[in-house]
């Protein structure tokens, strides 16, 4: 072989590089290597599969000695518009392409794996009946298809059980009856659960589900399938954030169901992209008309609409006309004042507790923290047991008779016995779902009581079990997480209670009011469905919040809301970047964090703030710095290409020191 004569293929490795790495392509191999192929190389020793984004006669400037391609996957090419969006996700998120593709490559399988597993035949249904749509979902149906042909995105604003989700599969029905493909995307599993069984009667076979705890032949599935549709046999696939990377074909709707959650960002690691943004982009790409569906729209999606980027439409009434339900705010200092709280209870709630009971009904007791109690403190040193790995207390979880870390599962046995002075005085601090559940079942020791939180649910069978149950009327009270606040539907249940409902006030976030509207939203869409009229008691300290006093007079003040974010220069009126430093040497880390705020400090067009430490300043053994960066909407990819370059300088070299940078953060 002459060195005119070779073909090169510069490859996308699924890793944190900066560049594509050139391949020689042997001869024998040069048929089947196209641009999209995927190939195996080898890299530092270790055999990867990687994708060929060019070929070319050259290697670039590479000196070194170039390795040859050693094989082929037998999988389809990845399309043009696959790269498009890769690549636009890269720059969007200021990380590599490799990370992209490394992401996209998880949410894939290869041939192999595919082999190994069973694969399910599929049940053939559709000549399914639709339930006729009522005057105001006919309306709304009309009014978003009159934004599609516009070219211009919809939101479909309807609180629980005003029939969104029947708007959505008369819209999908459309597309896959064109042969074309609908992306149906939720923030979190447990909704796609909910959902799947309503999607299939109407889809059947045309449904695909798409998460990551899926087996590999039932992901392998969704792949091909969506590989071979497009010639007039469309699919719905209903999936979590990472279907954003499917290989999709003719895709002619998305539908993204709770935009407002923060659950579809992902945090860790990168890219942290958020899947409904991504989505919109996937939209464009494909020229595929998107609706964006909410009972509490997010702020950035109602300024969209403010601004004539969307199409706002709004559903009012529940499609049952059952009423929505009567909040109650309920001051616990008055009560305490007054000897009216039975421990964490109001006699109140109490009360209301048993003649929820009492008519036959169901209660739900919200309480945003899992374990017993989030602190023990020692009643003589005032010793608070924190993780030796992360600078946080312990959260106390009694069934288990342990200590443990919230964040890096750290645990320890725990005794009385203070590890300080040695004298057994450790006293349980505050209450989590845990402690409620007991001090419930003391206080009615005949209602049938469970909880439901990331600690019991982390058995599969447990969890369903739970929701059956409750479902079926055989649990009286269910004390949760906010894991219970969204999509599930129970007919009975009437009461939802919020204890200490304050602690999600108190988070150090510009989100944090914003937040804890779309929670309350959320729980009171649980209640008073179908027959009975819910009731919602917060017990809050603060009841004069202006969070509680929105959700209570129902009032449009979202554009105070707006306001108030315009005046501090939150988003959306301008655009935010989170920077963090970790380093598992403070000192070490401070005298890095000192030069970057420097280095940033001289960029213009910004503003930077920090270095400042977040509430939990060490995890897993790492202390972390963090940096804000803010700059005008308008600015944002020149001012992204620079900064991406900056960090990346400063990062190389430091081997110690790792950046995560977060674009858009939640
Ligand atoms: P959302 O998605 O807004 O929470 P759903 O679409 O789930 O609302 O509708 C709430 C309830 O009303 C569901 O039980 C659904 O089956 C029912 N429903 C909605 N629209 C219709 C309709 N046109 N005909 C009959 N039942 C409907
Ligand atoms: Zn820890």
Redesign the pocket.
Known sequence: MTGENLKYAEVILPLKLKMEVSYIIPENLEPEINIGSRVRVEMGGREYIAVVRNISSNCGEYAGKIKEVTGVEPAPAITEKEFEFWEWMASYYMCTIGEVYRAAFTSSITEQEHKKARNRPSKIKAGEEF????AA?EKAFEEIKQSFSKGVPALLE?I???????IYIRLAKEEIDKGRCVLYLVPEIALSRQLSERLNAVFGERLLIFHSKQSPAERFRAHKALRESGDGKGYIVLGLRSSVFLPFRELGLIIIDEEHDSSYKQTDPAPRYNGRDCAMMLGKIHSAPVVLGSATPSLESQFNVASGRYTGILLKER??GAETPEIVVLDTIRESKRGKMNGLFSQQLIKEIENTLLKGEQVLIFRNRRSYSPLVQCTNCGHIPLCTHCNVPLNYHKGKGILLCHYCDFRIRYTQVCPACREATLEDKGSGTEKIEEKIKEIFPFATVARFDAEVTRSKREESRILKEYAAGKIDILVGTQMISKGFDFENLSLVALIQADSMLALDDFRANERAFQLLTQLSGRTGRKHVRGKIIIQSAQPKHPVYHLFETGSDTVYDQLSERKEFDYPPYVRMIKITLKDRNRERLSEYASQLGDTLGRIRNIECSGPFAPLTDKIRGEFLLVFWIKFSRNSGSAIKTGLKELLTSFESGKSSLTVATDVDPV
């Open positions: 339930s006729k749509l009522s979902q309807g629980t059980g005003s029939g969104k989700t029947e499609f049952y």
